[in-house]
Structures are given as structure tokens and as C-alpha cells.
């Protein structure tokens, strides 16, 4: 029997454990570089993540091992009366736990932070690509309501 999800903001020492969820990915192998120690840009990236008062990456964490992750960050502006907006990236689960229900849990813990960080929007992006991320974002009730651009540069 496993152990229930506890959370935690990560620290640098769950770096490489975050970037080896993320090349298990089908995009993220491709374009990540996995080393442990992580590389000088990864650890800067995530010093620089950590300066910031309202941006960190959430592990989750099962039996003492981190199983998910996903990033959150609180974004400020002056539509919606100046309320907050969550916008969460990166997630990603364990390969062999997937359709276990922790991405579920991952999801249901974001949206709890954004609540209580009076965010009145959560917001999150996901490659066209991923049919299986598009359902279940569906089934947490997101909708895909804005078309996106991005331009790699």
C-alpha cells in the first residue's frame, strides 16, 4: 500500500529528480539534458525561480520519493480587478504511475494553492501534441478556451 501525497516546494537538491520526470516526457526527452549533477543553466534557471517571490516547483512526494511535479506560478495584472492568476506548467508524473490518480491529486493541490491565493484564473498550456494531457485537463474541468502562440527564438 502506498503512502498518501504530501507536497513541497523543491529545493535545489530535487532538481535532478524534476528534470527526470521531465525527460521521461515524449517531448521533454527530446529536448532536456539529464545529468546529475544538473547542468550550470538548470541550476541558474532554478536559482533565478527561486528569487521570485510567487514561482517554485511543487514535488510531490510518495514512500520518500518524489513522483510528480509541476510548476506554479502566480501571475499579477489589472484585468479581473486585479486579481491573481495561477499559471501552472511542467507537470508531470512518475512513467510507471501514470492513470494512478497522482497527476489527479498534483492537480487538485494546484488549484487549492490558487485558491488561496485569491486567484480568481488558472491557467496552463499543453503541446497540441498530447492528446491523453488534453483529456485530463478536460476532466478537471479546464476548458480550452483561448487559442495560444508561442515562438521559439
Same mark, same amino acid.
Given at each position: 500500500?502506498?503512502? *498518501?501525497?504530501?507536497?513541497?516546494?523543491?529545493?535545489?537538491?530535487?532538481?535532478?529528480?524534476?528534470?527526470?520526470?521531465?525527460?521521461?516526457?515524449?517531448?521533454? =526527452?527530446?529536448? !532536456?539534458?539529464?545529468?546529475?549533477?544538473?547542468?550550470?543553466?538548470?541550476?541558474?534557471?532554478?536559482?533565478?525561480?527561486? =528569487?521570485?517571490?510567487?514561482? =517554485?516547483?511543487?514535488?510531490?512526494?510518495?514512500?520518500?520519493?518524489?513522483?510528480?511535479?509541476?510548476?506554479?506560478?502566480?501571475?499579477?495584472?489589472?484585468?479581473?480587478?486585479?486579481? *491573481?492568476?495561477?499559471?501552472? !506548467?511542467?507537470?508531470?508524473? !512518475?512513467?510507471?504511475?501514470?492513470?494512478?490518480?497522482?497527476?489527479? !491529486?498534483?492537480?487538485?493541490?494546484?488549484?487549492?494553492?490558487?485558491?488561496?491565493?485569491?486567484?480568481?484564473?488558472?491557467?496552463?498550456?499543453?503541446?497540441? =501534441?498530447?492528446?491523453?494531457? @488534453?483529456?485530463?485537463?478536460?476532466?478537471?474541468?479546464?476548458?480550452?478556451? @483561448?487559442?495560444?502562440?508561442?515562438?521559439?527564438?
Amino acid at each position: 500500500m502506498s503512502d *498518501p501525497l504530501q507536497y513541497k516546494i523543491a529545493q535545489e537538491r530535487d532538481l535532478y529528480d524534476i528534470l527526470r520526470l521531465i525527460a521521461q516526457d515524449q517531448l521533454g =526527452s527530446k529536448r !532536456e539534458t539529464l545529468s546529475n549533477p544538473p547542468t550550470k543553466a538548470y541550476l541558474d534557471a532554478f536559482e533565478n525561480m527561486q =528569487s521570485q517571490k510567487d514561482n =517554485s516547483f511543487v514535488v510531490a512526494i510518495q514512500n520518500d520519493k518524489i513522483v510528480g511535479c509541476y510548476q506554479f506560478t502566480l501571475i499579477y495584472g489589472i484585468s479581473r480587478g486585479g486579481a *491573481p492568476r495561477a499559471q501552472i !506548467e511542467s507537470v508531470r508524473v !512518475e512513467q510507471n504511475l501514470r492513470g494512478s490518480g497522482i497527476g489527479r !491529486e498534483m492537480m487538485l493541490d494546484a488549484i487549492d494553492r490558487a485558491k488561496k491565493s485569491d486567484c480568481q484564473l488558472i491557467q496552463l498550456t499543453t503541446d497540441k =501534441s498530447r492528446d491523453d494531457a @488534453h483529456r485530463f485537463y478536460a476532466n478537471l474541468g479546464f476548458t480550452a478556451s @483561448h487559442l495560444g502562440y508561442k515562438m521559439k527564438i
